[in-house]
């Protein structure tokens, strides 16, 4: 017990520390930003004298870091000036985020399982040799997912679009709820989001091969080759030691699921934190669009962490490896 | 030489044809479909659709290449200090990478180009710094793994100094195949940069200075009548992703 609780204490300093280096990133890439949001109003010049002080927003780099850091620390990213003006950041970032989790987490998801059952059914990790056509077929579909995600969404959309409205056009069906995208607020909208934001940029054929080498690894450890010579049940025990791979692939996958989001959310015409974040920069809304790059990183490094966290509780060699 | 290098090789001699894209601009030929003298057609303003898209490798071309050799040259130089060194050396090059990469690629970009301005260095120095981690890991990777090799210690048996065993045989015998790997999947990191960029918008490459993200844009946006308008640059896309980086986008 004691070896797992300094385990997962090592962890969480490592979180600590990589969160805190993330937001410092991105707190000083944004004080380096030229311009400010009184630059995109119609009247920003008139206006510039009364709002910089208001804003906060007179001073050079250095002065714009002093301040902004401290904040960050207490997470206090003051207020939207544009997006939303005088709302403040941290509950709209928030609920923003709320919003994009329920395209991301699905996707996360789909495309691990897709990834891990591919690569079951393509034979890697098993013994046994399978067909070359399953192989084949399998790299074939997943080689589509190298498609960029802003292809693969147009390509979606447009595609599905035009599909749609042949159809309509010859008669064959009548007009869908879900038609046209991206106007329309539609489960069938939300579900090919999901489907492409799992799908291309996610890379199925990099999650295929990593899953592909975590079972073979897998089935090649000592205790499963004991497990598989008694005859006993292999699913339970591949279930409970696949955990940690699996987290770790989907914690790997997590800063491009969130650019990917971004391209996602503004094809498909779906808010959420990404669509805001493209907003924010455009009307150089640096407090929220600062807010929002934070939420991401500390996204991507709590997934980290909860993926190590799993394998350190799964896995008794990491405990022992930390020790 | 990298089998894959050739296409890239072809697409920088075509990119290096000169191009003039307001004097391409022909309102009496709009949407036409390929023929001997156009080979893919024009677009909607009429302008050569193959011509465009070799000059638009220039887009993601140029700021690959710069976009490389600053991840590579970082990221050897990172790489090589915490995988020679090992210890507190390597555990704080690989923190800051961590930190580094929990910065979505696309944010990270685009905060460098807003900082530094959205042209060409912009996206070279953003999408460099999105690929350093990459580098520095692989290579630290390979060198953690190497330095206590046989062959090492038997160089320093025979009195090779240390300086000479991680730059040659170690940095260039045994790691620059790793290197160009990463070089071209950084080009390739690019190249997605570019078209979504331009897709969304703001940052990209403006109008009427081609790019495959902007005639992708421009082709469904006008509803072109010549279909190659946007199937030749996604084509373009796709044959140089698949050169670039293979087995998908880089973790």
Redesign the interface.
């Known amino acids: 017990m004691r070896l797992l609780l300094r385990a997962l204490a090592l962890r969480a300093l ?1 979180f600590v ?6 937001v ?3 707190t000083a ?2 004080s ?3 311009g400010d949001a009184i630059d995109a109003l119609p009247n920003g010049p008139e206006l510039r004298s009364q709002l910089e002080a208001e804003w906060g927003l007179a001073g050079g780099f250095g002065e714009r870091l002093a301040d902004a850091l401290p904040r960050a620390a207490r997470l206090d990213f003051g207020h939207s000036l544009t997006v939303s003006p005088g709302a403040p950041v941290l509950p709209l970032a928030a609920s923003a985020a709320g919003r994009s989790a329920a395209l991301l987490l699905p996707a996360a998801a789909l495309a691990l399982l897709a990834g891990f059952l591919g690569a079951a059914f393509a034979g890697d990790g098993a013994e046994r040799p399978v067909g070359a056509w399953r192989r084949l077929l399998v790299r074939a579909v ?1 080689a589509l ?7 693969a969404a ?1 390509a979606v959309v ?1 595609g599905v679009n035009a599909g749609t409205w042949s159809l309509m056009e010859a008669g064959r069906v009548e007009r869908p709820a879900w038609f046209a995208l991206p106007e329309s607020d539609h489960a069938v909208r939300s579900a090919l989001a999901v489907l492409v934001l799992a799908g291309a ?1 996610a ?4 999650m295929l ?1 990593r899953a592909g080498d975590s079972l073979t690894q897998l089935g090649q450890e000592t205790f499963v080759v004991a497990e598989r010579a008694r005859g006993g049940p292999l699913v339970p025990l591949y279930l409970r030691h696949l955990a940690a791979p699996a987290a770790r692939l989907g914690a ?2 997590a ?2 699921l ?2 990917a989001l ?2 996602v959310e ?2 498909f015409g779906m808010p959420g934190a990404g669509s805001l ?2 907003e924010s ?2 009307l150089r809304d640096w407090p929220l669009a600062v807010g929002l ?1 934070v939420v ?2 500390v996204t ?2 709590s997934a ?1 962490f909860v993926a190590d966290a799993v394998a350190v509780i799964v896995d008794p060699r990491e405990r022992e490896a930390l020790s | 030489m990298n089998v894959r290098v050739v296409p890239l090789l072809l697409l920088a001699a075509g990119a290096a044809l000169p191009y003039a894209p307001l004097a391409d601009v022909n309102a009496a030929a709009p949407d036409l479909p390929a023929s001997l003298s156009r080979l893919l057609g024009t677009d909607h303003l009429g302008r050569d659709v193959f011509r465009r898209v070799l000059a638009g490798a220039r887009a993601f071309l140029i700021p690959g290449v710069g976009a490389a050799v600053i991840a590579g040259g970082l990221g050897v130089g990172l790489g090589a200090l915490a995988g020679w060194f090992g210890g507190l050396v390597e555990g704080v090059v690989t ?2 990478m ?11 970009a ?3 180009m ?2 530094t301005g959205a042209g060409p260095a912009g996206l070279a120095l953003g999408a460099g710094l999105a690929a350093l981690p990459a580098f520095t890991e692989g290579v630290a990777d390979r060198l953690g793994a190497l330095r206590r090799a046989e062959f090492v210690v038997a160089a320093r048996a025979h009195g090779i100094s240390d300086a000479r065993i991680l730059v040659w045989h170690l940095l260039w015998v045994n790691t620059r195949a790793l290197v160009l790997r990463e070089a071209l999947a950084t080009v390739g990191q690019v190249l ?1 940069l570019e ?2 960029l331009s ?5 990209g490459v403006q109008e009427p200075t081609p790019s495959w ?1 902007n005639m ?1 844009d421009h082709a ?1 946006r006008t509803g072109c009548a010549n279909p190659l308008a946007w199937v030749a640059p ?1 084509a373009a ?2 044959v140089t ?2 050169a670039t ?1 293979p ?3 880089r ?1």
């Open positions: 490592t520390a990589t969160t805190a280096g993330a410092l990133v991105v890439l944004f380096a930003v030229p997943a997912s190298a498609v960029p995600a802003v292809l147009l447009n940029s890379s199925l054929l990099w091969r790997a996958q800063p491009a969130l650019s971004i391209v503004r094809a974040f493209w920069c455009g790059a991401a990183a991507a490094t980290r | 923190g800051c961590g930190a580094l990469r929990a910065v979505p690629p696309l944010v990270l685009l905060l460098v807003m900082a997605v078209v979504t897709y969304l918008g703001h940052f993200g992708i469904l996604v896309v796709l992703l698949s980086v087995g998908g986008v973790r």
